[in-house]
């Protein structure tokens, strides 16, 4: 269900991450740059902010706590404890609050905020810049219907985005939250062997980079499973079996996993720190 605009949007916190989201919703229509206001205390991201989206950034967390239908927490979540109180009498118009830190679970944000306070908690990640993000979300028990169909539809706007219970989160945070540097450190890696074998840097960076773009959309268009796919391009005694051979004696599957593992980990432990 597409719900109209317009709503006001604010952003405590003018990193990379709410510039991402800003542009996205922009580029979709979803909303202007007039209608848009972040806060951060660095200079230097107030005026990226508002170099890649065209709206306004302040130092001052109340006037975008006052402005906003919709306040987005893009903090780190050990500024939490300390930024929520101060925001807390100035959010008597009621907006919508969506968290985008990392591991802080529904409860402690209530804790913060207050028991009538709307809540949606979110775990988008980088390729929002592109359009092109991975976000899981879930609802506080405050939040309405309404709520999470604008959730929805903003989160959609630059990606996948699926509606998850709050204890998969942590779990989406391993994966997709940090997934983009893993996948950068397999184009980086899968690169450097092209160079290995005689390619040109910028020529290899290209295409590992189009080949894991592309195999991710085969994935996804075509809903075969990954290891059908890997099967089909490995042919009995060809090249690719020997390289995926490689690839199995040196426990890249096994790392993989524990590195997702290890980041869920890491934001279970941000969460109740």
Same mark, same amino acid.
Not at 98 to 115: D, M, R, T
């Given at each position: #269900?597409?719900?109209?605009? %317009? !709503?006001?949007? *604010? ?12 542009? *996205? ?7 202007? +740059? ?17 170099? &890649?989206?065209?709206?306004? &950034?302040? +130092?001052?967390?109340?006037?975008? &706590? ?14 939490? %404890?300390?930024?929520? +109180?101060?925001? /807390? ?14 591991? /802080? ?17 979110? #775990?988008?990640?980088?390729?929002? !810049? ?41 779990? /989406?945070?391993?994966?997709? *939250?940090? *997934?983009? $540097?893993?996948?950068?450190? #397999? ?7 092209? /160079? ?10 290209? !295409? ?23 099967? &089909?391009? $490995?042919? +009995? ?37």
């Amino acid at each position: #269900m597409s719900i109209s605009p %317009p !709503l006001t949007i *604010g952003f405590v916190g003018a990193g990379q991450m709410a510039s991402a989201l800003a542009k *996205g919703w922009i580029s979709a229509g979803l909303c202007t +740059p007039e209608r848009l206001l972040a806060s951060d205390p660095v200079p230097a991201a107030r005026d990226a902010f508002t170099k &890649a989206t065209g709206a306004p &950034a302040t +130092p001052d967390n109340v006037a975008v &706590a006052r402005f906003a239908q919709v306040l987005v927490l893009a903090v780190k979540p050990q500024s939490l %404890p300390n930024l929520l +109180p101060t925001l /807390v009498p100035h959010l008597t118009h009621a907006p919508l609050v969506v968290s985008i830190a990392a591991g /802080v679970p529904l409860a402690k944000l209530q804790g913060l905020l207050g028991p009538d306070c709307r809540l949606i908690r979110v #775990m988008p990640n980088t390729p929002c !810049l592109v359009q092109a993000s991975a976000s899981a979300w879930c609802r506080g028990t405050k939040a309405t219907d309404t709520d999470a169909q604008w959730t929805q539809q903003l989160l959609g706007a630059v990606g996948l985005a699926l509606e998850l219970p709050e204890s998969q989160l942590d779990a /989406v945070t391993g994966l997709s *939250g940090s *997934g983009p $540097a893993f996948a950068c450190l #397999m184009i980086e890696a899968l690169a450097d062997g092209g /160079v290995l074998a005689g390619l040109p840097r910028d020529v290899a960076q290209r !295409l590992a980079a189009q080949t894991l773009l592309g195999t991710a959309r085969m994935v996804l268009e075509t809903g075969k499973h990954p290891g059908a796919l890997k099967d &089909a391009v $490995a042919s +009995p005694a060809g090249t690719t079996i020997a390289g995926l051979h490689e690839l199995e004696r040196a426990g890249v599957r096994g790392a993989l996993m524990n590195a997702v593992s290890a980041a869920a980990r890491r934001a279970k432990e941000l969460g109740q720190g």
